[in-house]
């Protein structure tokens, strides 16, 4: 029963699901509506530090069509959490603003709204702090950064060596809060039915979000069941669990309905996570030939008083150039402010923004094409680790996208170009994005008609991971695709990693090969006969996963950026946006080109739109809608295309593939930023580049 | 969500009759900033009365101009070969409005009357004097890099946001108001309010006074005129300054001009300063430089919008410089929608 088959990675599959979701069909986690429903809305802080002194809950229940209301004086009792922004309604204290401090419950949706509206809730207010300022005092040093990464790392006499460079950048870039703004904010449906919870929830992972919600309830995982087929889009804000998905829970359990909770795009603002602002310090030193001899790259940034998350900023710059003395930081501030968390390549978007304007710097202070600069300083290993690469075509990417770009003859002169009334410049920045791999589980399974279905609590945030994980498998399984039917986004299906880290194909695709070559194998065993009932095979890819060889396995690229300034009003706007990306093989062209241009779309954004405003009276971001906080319409980006060079790396996993989510949006800011430098001669080190800081 | 009564009169006159006498009743256009402000808590009517049936969707020509429905949708306006031809620089400032969705349901009345999109404004959990007067002006030393810098006052420092209302105010448009007193014309600008001690305000109407038409007199230079909007992203957002322009050059010299300006101001501003240095001045970059500064003297902007000064200043001489120069401003005639 076996046949051979053209192979299916590498083409251009369309998207499995599509038909369903452009017709509808397709259900999210909203659109569940079980029996005896009810409605949940939630209260926020209107404080950004102090306590809750009373709710007055007995006067809302007893609005007609409300069901419960609940805050810390009557809600159920939560398992203590490692993370204390979990342990929703749980206490007196204020953390932030905009934090949850109560919920409604009512038989309708405007029932519940106005009801929490009406909700009077007492504060005992104290004086906030809000301000991340690099001199704050209390900044320290986090043990670990995001994704474990030591805080701090040094090699050499750094600061020997910058005091003796003949040629030193000096600089500090800001970054500002952003959010991410997935088209489909949060939204769960919680149904408790004994002591059993299932969760129709919009989420990044439903494992992990099991494994985090049951203890929180006194559960054993088990007990809880998460569903999540299709997610508009996260960016990895539906990554961890979150409040809103703990009170859902809560809310259910204590008015004894299922309950519905929608965040609305204003409350992500403040309890969906959002990148921390940071002020990074980069420091080069090099000899006039633009070969570095330091590197020293300080970032600050801020967490909440409930959790340290401290975002792996200065980690890229690890792993960039070659330079004997070199040494990285990250200091921590924690303040009354919202709980930052991962927007699509934390570390790594921040941190090469300003690493890579620096090295724009040298280039400019050297005399030497940027292009080139970075050519030179090409390391042989792993900078800091010494680990060979498993693959790094840095310098590749950079060629290809120069020639395709129309870099060659580029006169560096700033502010020298105009087209009617703009000044025209350009720019490049290199990308890059680790190689990460998690365990997962998966099934593979062959029924008499002749038909496969794998299965995998994967999730497909829209990015195309149920598409290609079929590609993975009919490959494996030596059929072609239409034959294979891929199960994901489901508790019941085996465990799998989250969508997280770029690392969902390699990690699913893992364990779907080998789940589909042990179905094979069994198979082979029984000479081909399936038997009536079908057959099934199981692979757990935890020991493989540990114990791969070391080695140094990121993903690289180049960015090239052609910007337009308008010469009165200093209006910026990126004219032309060329990626080339070495990112291991790519499993289906259409869905990669979506989440380079996507990724691109998104740093482009970050460079010249994106900017959460703190506001310092009230403690909470201001411009929490879509009319206020700008992201990029068609009109942002003309012309964007993304490129890969196909890479043939044995030491990565089954596929070669790396991941490709992230990286697109890493590099782009800078090479916007340079860009910008390149056409007006005005050095923007913080970000977003809006006319104000252009306008003379 | 707040019960409220919703009401669909027959005419004119029983929709001002519905509305007389109740503070809490509101018209309804397309209802894209009121309807927002609801689900914000910011507006709160008891009462809907919808005009929207009974308002005119006409566009026609007057012996001195163009007489437009209340009920015109922004997109049918922007669109109207009549007013491309006749005000272009008014279906310019249309198009460049808000988005093709919002711009098919926005009426011309509901424009007019839309709410300053200052943030402090739409969060009703923070003070705010136009919505809660005698509260504060948070906006005065917290956000206010996209509000006035031109005619505000210590109680607020709000812009109006609507692009139509700033070419309407170049134009002297009348606007035409049905009110339980009878009808009456108010001209343009003078609709709208600065915001003095009584910032809750928006504009000169009564309470209950419905906008029936606006009538834009035919203005004879009307082909050299344009529209400048200046803003953060390339379509669909609010401008951070913006020019309406006409100029009437013979000789080299200006003989007449209009000029109004958006995002400076609680109203849309006719630069009447402007306007008296340019009358007779030779149409040089150098006299509308001069010009800028002579409505810029006028200004006090606040540390975060102190960019908009000189912005403002560039973009009026921009085009200014451009409409005198006879290719200039061909390019001003209504392109395809952004
Ligand atoms: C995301 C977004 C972006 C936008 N961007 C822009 C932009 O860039 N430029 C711009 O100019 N606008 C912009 N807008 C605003 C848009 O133009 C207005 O929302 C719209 O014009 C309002 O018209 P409407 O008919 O929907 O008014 P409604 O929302 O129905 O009403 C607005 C106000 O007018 C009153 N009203 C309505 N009709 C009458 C009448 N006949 N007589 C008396 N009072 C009446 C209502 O009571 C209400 O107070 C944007 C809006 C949004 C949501
Ligand atoms: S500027 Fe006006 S609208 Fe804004 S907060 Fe102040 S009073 Fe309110």
């Known amino acids: 029963m076996k046949t051979e088959a053209r192979p299916s990675v590498g083409a251009a599959l369309e998207r499995v699901e599509g038909v369903e979701k452009v017709t509808g069909r397709a259900r999210y986690a909203y659109e569940n509506f079980p029996d005896e429903l009810a409605y949940a809305v939630p209260v926020q802080a209107t404080v950004a530090r102090g306590t809750v002194l009373a709710a007055d809950v007995d006067a809302v229940v007893r609005l007609p069509g409300v069901i419960a209301a609940v805050w810390h004086g009557n809600a159920p009792r939560l398992a203590p959490a490692d993370n204390a922004e979990l342990a929703v309604l749980q206490s007196d204290r204020v953390s932030y603003r905009g934090q949850y401090v109560a919920v409604v419950v009512a038989e309708t949706l405007q029932c519940a709204r106005e009801a929490a509206r009406l909700l009077r809730i007492d504060y005992d207010a104290e004086p906030h702090d809000v301000e991340l300022r690099a001199d704050h005092p209390e900044m320290y040093r986090p043990d670990r950064v995001n994704a474990g990464y030591p805080a701090d790392t040094e090699l050499g006499d750094p600061d020997a060596a910058l005091a003796a460079a003949p040629v030193l950048v000096d600089a500090t870039y800001r970054t500002p809060a952003e959010h991410n703004n997935p088209m489909e904010p949060h939204a769960t449906v919680a149904v408790w039915s004994g002591d059993g919870l299932t969760l129709h929830d919009s989420t990044q992972g439903v494992s992990a979000l099991r494994e985090t919600i049951a203890p929180l309830f006194g559960m054993p995982p088990e007990n809880v069941r998460v569903i999540s087929p299709h997610v508009g889009g996260g960016f990895g804000s539906k990554g961890a669990a979150l409040p809103p998905v703990v009170l859902a829970a809560l809310a259910a359990k204590h008015a004894g309905r299922p309950v519905k909770l929608a965040v609305t795009r204003q409350q992500m603002f403040a309890v969906t996570g959002y990148r921390t602002p940071t002020i990074q310090r980069v420091r080069l030193g090099a000899d006039t030939g633009g070969r570095l001899t330091a590197i020293v790259h300080e970032a600050f940034e801020q967490s909440s008083r409930l959790r340290e998350f401290a975002e792996q900023t200065t980690t890229p710059t690890r792993v960039m150039y070659a330079a004997p003395d070199r040494r990285t930081a990250h200091r921590l501030v924690r303040l009354d402010v919202p709980t930052p968390a991962w927007m699509r390549a934390p570390g790594e978007a921040p941190g090469m923004f300003a690493l890579e304007s620096a090295m724009d710097e040298l280039a400019v202070a050297c005399g030497i094409d940027p292009v080139e600069l970075r050519i030179r300083n090409e390391p042989a290993a792993e900078p800091e680790s010494g680990l060979p690469f498993s693959s790094r075509n840095l310098v590749a990417c950079l060629r290809e996208g120069a020639r395709r770009f129309g870099w060659a003859g580029r006169d560096p002169t700033p502010a020298a170009r105009t087209r009617g009334r703009m000044l025209v410049g350009t720019g490049v920045a290199a990308s890059t994005y680790p190689v990460y791999r998690r365990p997962s589980r998966a099934s593979a399974r062959c029924d008499p008609d002749d038909r496969f279905t794998v299965r995998i609590a994967a999730a497909d945030i829209g990015t195309g991971a149920r598409t290609i994980l079929t590609q993975v498998a009919a490959d494996a399984l030596r059929v072609t695709p239409d034959r294979v039917r891929v199960e994901v986004g489901d508790t019941a299906l085996p465990a799998a990693s989250l969508a997280g880290g770029s690392a969902g194909t390699a990690s699913w695709g893992t364990a779907v090969v080998r789940a589909c070559e042990a179905l094979l194998e069994e198979l082979d065993r029984r000479g081909g006969d399936v038997p009536a009932e079908g057959l099934e095979a199981t692979a757990d890819t935890a020991e493989e996963v540990g114990e791969q060889p070391e080695y140094a396995r990121h993903a690289f690229g180049a960015q090239f950026a052609e910007v337009g300034v308008d010469l009165d009003t200093g209006e910026a706007r990126v004219l032309r946006l060329l990626g080339v990306f070495a990112a291991g093989r790519i499993v289906n062209p259409v869905t990669a080109r979506s989440q380079f241009v996507g990724g691109m779309t998104m740093g482009m954004s970050m460079a010249l739109l994106e900017e959460s405003v703190m506001d310092h009276e009230f403690g909470d971001y201001l411009n929490h809608d879509l009319a206020q906080y700008h992201v990029p319409t068609a009109m942002d980006l003309p012309d964007v295309q993304a490129y890969w060079i196909e890479e043939d790396d044995p030491h990565l996993n089954p596929l070669g593939a790396k991941g490709i989510g992230e990286i697109g949006i890493v590099g782009t800011a800078a090479a916007v930023a340079n860009a910008v430098h390149h056409a007006t001669g005005v050095r923007v080190r913080d970000l977003p580049i809006r006319l104000d800081k252009l306008v003379r | ?338």
């Open chain 2, 1 to 338: 969500m707040r019960p409220f009564t919703y009401e669909r009169p027959a005419d004119v006159r029983s929709a001002v009759a519905a509305a007389a006498g109740r503070p809490d009743a509101a018209y309804l256009g397309g209802g894209t900033n009121l309807v927002d402000l609801m689900r914000l808590g910011v507006a709160t009517p008891r009462t809907l009365v919808d005009v929207t049936r009974i308002s005119s969707r006409a566009i026609e020509e007057t012996g001195g101009g163009l007489l437009i429905g209340a009920g015109v949708r922004n997109g049918d306006l922007a669109a109207d070969p009549l007013v491309r031809r006749a005000q272009p620089l008014l279906a310019r400032a249309v198009l460049e409005g808000a988005s093709g969705q919002i711009r098919n349901m926005a009426t011309v009345a509901g424009n007019l009357l839309q709410r300053t999109r200052c943030p402090y404004f739409q969060d009703v959990t923070k003070p705010c004097n136009k919505r809660l007067p005698g509260s504060g002006c948070p906006a005065r030393t917290g956000d206010h890099r996209n509000l006035a810098i031109l005619g505000h006052s210590e109680h607020c420092v709000a812009t109006h946001p609507s692009d139509m209302a700033v070419a309407l105010a170049a134009l002297d448009a009348l606007v035409h108001v049905e009110g339980p007193g009878g009808a009456r014309t108010v001209p343009m600008p003078g609709l709208h309010r600065l915001p003095g001690d009584e910032p809750d305000r928006d504009t000169v109407l009564a309470p209950g006074e419905l906008i029936t038409a606006v009538e834009v007199p035919h203005l004879p230079f009307a082909a050299r005129s344009r529209y400048r909007k200046v803003r953060d992203r390339a379509s669909f957002a609010f401008a951070v300054v913006s020019v309406a322009a006409a100029l009437d050059v013979a000789g080299g010299v200006v003989r007449d001009c209009r000029i109004a300006l958006g995002g400076v101001a609680h109203a849309p501003w006719r630069a009447e300063a402007a306007e008296a240095a340019l009358r007779g001045a030779a149409a040089t970059p150098e006299e509308f430089a001069r010009a800028a500064d002579a409505e810029l003297a006028r200004s006090s902007p606040l540390p975060r919008n102190a960019f908009k000064a000189p912005l403002l200043r560039n973009v009026l001489v921009r085009t200014l410089t451009d409409l005198a120069e006879p290719a200039g401003f061909a390019e001003s005639e209504p392109v395809e929608t952004p």
